[in-house]
T-cell receptor, first 111, second 115 residues
Framework: GQQVMQIPQYQHVQEGEDFTTYCNSS?????IQWYKQRPGGHPVFLIQLVKSGEVKKQKRLTFQFGEAKKNSSLHITATQTTDVGTYFCAGSQPTGNQFYFGTGTSLTVIP | KAGVTQTPRYLIKTRGQQVTLSCSPI?????VSWYQQTPGQGLQFLFE???????NKGNFPGRFSGRQFSNSRSEMNVSTLELGDSALYLC??????????????FGNGTRLTVT
């Protein structure tokens, strides 16, 4: 069945350091979405990537979709304490409106 | 616009009981999905409803069921509760036009504890 793996599971960084989380699918994805969940909160949509090799930026966040549409990454430059939370990728297959969520990467930023 | 509303926020039940959770989507959203979130398993997809029809279903036992009403509000029911059903249950709504993958808007969830 469809599997979306995400690494690392946990990441502790000093404020100002960079952070990257990786998402890998066992099958080709139609698109991939990224969500952020703050501690005690609910997942909030960040971005959607659709095209092979697509790169999108949101301020200090850079999102990439692999050429084969089977992997993706989220890179945060110069982390801040407001970046704390768990980052999830969610992929969908070419058919159907079902999302498969990665296991998430929990980011801790040390001031 | 009001966000996704889930009720109740917290529930404590005993093994063997059943529970019904409610979700009101964002106005205009016709797709409602349900997820189970636990520390060890992350976000597990339960099912998705669109226009009162179950469109997708995850790998959960038949004790987990749901439905959607004509106003797009959805309910999820879990019968014969087990200790392992303790989790945060999240509802997410989206426009759900046809086969598109519009962003999911999550509610604050219902925290279910089974004792």
């Amino acid at each position: 069945g469809q599997q979306v793996m995400q690494i690392p599971q946990y990441q502790h960084v000093q404020e100002g350091e960079d952070f990257t989380t990786y998402c890998n699918s066992s099958t080709t994805l139609s698109n991939i979405q990224w969500y952020k969940q703050r501690p005690g909160g609910h997942p909030v949509f960040l971005i959607q990537l659709v095209k092979s090799g697509e790169v999108k930026k949101q301020k200090r966040l850079t999102f990439q979709f692999g050429e084969a549409k089977k992997n993706s990454s989220l890179h945060i430059t110069a982390t801040q304490t407001t970046d704390v939370g768990t980052y999830f990728c969610a992929g969908s297959q070419p058919t159907g409106n079902q999302f498969y969520f990665g296991t998430g990467t929990s980011l801790t930023v040390i001031p | 616009k009001a966000g996704v509303t889930q009720t109740p926020r917290y529930l404590i039940k005993t093994r063997g009981q059943q529970v019904t959770l409610s979700c009101s989507p964002i106005s205009g959203h016709r797709s409602v999905s349900w997820y189970q979130q636990t520390p060890g398993q992350g976000l597990q997809f339960l099912f998705e409803y669109f226009s009162e029809t179950q469109r997708n279903k995850g790998n959960f036992p038949g004790r987990f069921s749901g439905r959607q009403f004509s106003n797009s509000r959805s309910e999820m029911n879990v019968s014969t509760l087990e200790l392992g059903d303790s989790a945060l249950y999240l509802c997410a709504s989206s426009l759900g036009r046809g086969e598109d993958n519009s962003p999911l808007h999550f509610g604050n969830g219902t925290r279910l504890t089974v004792t």
